[in-house]
């Protein structure tokens, strides 16, 4: 069985997987693709399975490059690429009926001037990701320091009644653990666990529903009681999900088996 995982950085908990499968017998095969020259006319498909860890653009062109060749990654290629858009994941998780904050798209920034006059709003690159760009905009005279000419993603700046929420997925398995934002370290993404409610389990399906993946990672805010989905990331970090290593070495192991046998990579266990 072979693994390829392209990736911007190592986490610990995908360092402490990799091992875990090495262990296994599992060759694992590591690409940076923002470290290294890359010969085009050498791409080719050579493992079984392909773990997409990083969102950036070479990475994901490697990664569609493997995927117009036949390659199986998880999670697939295709969504991954959708999911970059914070626009396209907004809008998929109110079709899939995911609460959202309101939420408005435009290129003007003097577009938003009119929508801070219902309260402030929090604005986003609309391909950023780990939370880099993201800002509260509170007065119009903020308003100048955005990008112009480019996609704005402006959401109705929901005041969290807390810590903000983190529901992690792998295959049928739902954690919760409760981070405060904005993150100050790397230690703070290791949050603290916390049982997760009906009604966040309902809402995580939902999502997985929505994407076709089984693994991921949903940010919630709590604003008056009621839950905002605010992102949805097409891995994670998976930091402060007991026993994480574990687990995604678990998961990328079957997944590549299935893969293997020719099954869809989506798990079908039982939820829990």
Not at 246 to 268: D, F, N, V, W
């Amino acid at each position: 069985m072979r693994i390829g995982i392209i990736l911007d950085q190592m986490t610990p908990n995908v360092e402490q997987a990799v091992d875990l499968l090495s262990r296994r017998g599992v060759r694992v095969d590591l690409t940076h693709p923002e470290r290294q020259l890359i010969s085009l006319s050498r791409v080719r498909v050579e493992n079984d399975l392909y773990l997409l860890k990083s969102g950036s653009d070479i990475a994901l062109t490697l990664a569609g490059a493997l995927h117009a060749l036949g390659a199986a990654t998880l999670n697939p290629y295709p969504t991954v690429a959708m999911m970059r858009n914070k626009i396209i994941v907004t809008r998929v998780l109110q079709a899939a009926g995911v609460p959202t904050p309101d939420s408005y798209l435009t290129t003007r920034i003097d577009d938003l001037a009119s929508l801070l006059e219902s309260g402030p709003l929090i604005v986003k690159p609309y391909q950023g990701s780990r939370g880099e760009g993201i800002r509260v905009i509170r007065h119009v005279r903020e308003l100048i320091d955005l990008p112009a000419n480019e996609p704005i993603l402006a959401q109705r700046y929901e005041e969290p009644d807390g810590r903000d929420l983190k529901v992690f997925c792998i295959g049928r398995r739902l954690f919760g653990v409760r981070r405060i934002w904005p993150l100050r370290t790397y230690q703070d993404k290791a949050g603290e666990p916390f049982p997760l409610t009906p009604q966040l389990r309902d809402l995580a399906w939902r999502c997985g529903r929505a994407f076709g993946i089984d693994l991921f990672g949903m940010d919630v805010v709590l604003s008056g009681g009621r839950p905002y989905v605010v992102d949805v990331n097409k891995s994670g970090s998976f930091m402060g999900v007991p026993d994480a290593p574990t687990l995604l070495a678990e998961h990328i192991y079957a997944a590549c088996q299935r893969s293997m046998r020719g099954e869809p990579l989506l798990h079908r266990a039982a939820a829990t």
